[in-house]
């Protein structure tokens, strides 16, 4: 399986932005999708995840309320949008898949996209 991600770019702070990921192979009930960030300097962080097969869906704190993650099983796709970003959450996203299920720990995850840029501004 190999992720693309795309989407990003520049925002104002307080408007929207989608960013989707797409796999080229096939993503199971078992597998998890994940989106992670990542600023200069720091590790990557989880910020959201979806259950493939059931379509139970996870945040981190910092974003919860204010993006929403989805997945399309026709398209192998999953996708996150981010409503009223802040200028805090500028960052590369990744999107990321957990063979082995659940998990919010970058380790633990197989596959990663190459990553999308995402610019709030003020």
């Known amino acids: 399986v190999q992720l693309q991600a795309s989407g990003g770019g520049l925002v104002q702070a307080g408007g929207s932005l989608r960013l989707s990921c797409t796999a080229s192979?096939?993503?199971?009930?078992?597998?998890?999708m994940g989106w992670f960030r990542q600023t200069l300097g720091e590790e990557r962080e989880f910020v959201a995840g979806?259950?493939?097969?059931?379509?139970?869906?996870y945040y981190s704190d910092f974003v919860k309320g204010r993006f929403t993650i989805s997945r399309e099983k026709g398209k192998q796709s999953v996708s996150l949008e981010m409503n009223s970003p802040k200028i805090e959450d500028t960052a590369i996203y990744h999107c990321?898949?957990?063979?082995?299920?659940?998990?919010?720990?970058?380790?633990?995850?197989?596959?990663w996209g190459q990553g999308t840029l995402v610019t709030v501004s003020s």
């Open positions: 990321a898949l957990a063979m082995r299920g659940y998990s919010q720990q970058a380790n633990e995850f197989d596959v």
């Open positions: 192979g096939r993503i199971f009930s078992s597998h998890f």
């Open positions: 979806i259950r493939w097969g059931s379509g139970n869906t």
